[in-house]
């Protein structure tokens, strides 16, 4: 069965600092469409290590989020 965003990457945001920081910078972290909307610029961002702010997420984590763009974007 393909990745889902409710089942396997809304739990890779924490509410806090990744949610509620980012919902400053117009994106929520917690809603699929906008996920799905930014999902290669999320992506890159976690690829390059300049998100989260705090500290990079394990290379598992990365991938993990690429295998369910690779997916086609599940809900
Ligand atoms: C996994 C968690 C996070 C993801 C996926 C994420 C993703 C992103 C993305 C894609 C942008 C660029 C926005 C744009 O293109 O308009 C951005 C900007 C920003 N984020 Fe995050 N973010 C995360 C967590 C955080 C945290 C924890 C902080 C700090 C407490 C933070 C602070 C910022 C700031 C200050 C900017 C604007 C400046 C910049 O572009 O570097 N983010 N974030």
Redesign the pocket.
Known sequence: MALSFAKDIRPL?RDS??VD??KD?G?D?SSYPDVKA?AQ??YD??LDG?????EPWPKERIALFKQWMEEGLAP
């Open positions: 945001f600092p990744d920081t980012m910078y994106m972290l930014q610029n999320i961002r976690v300049s998100m989260p702010c705090d």
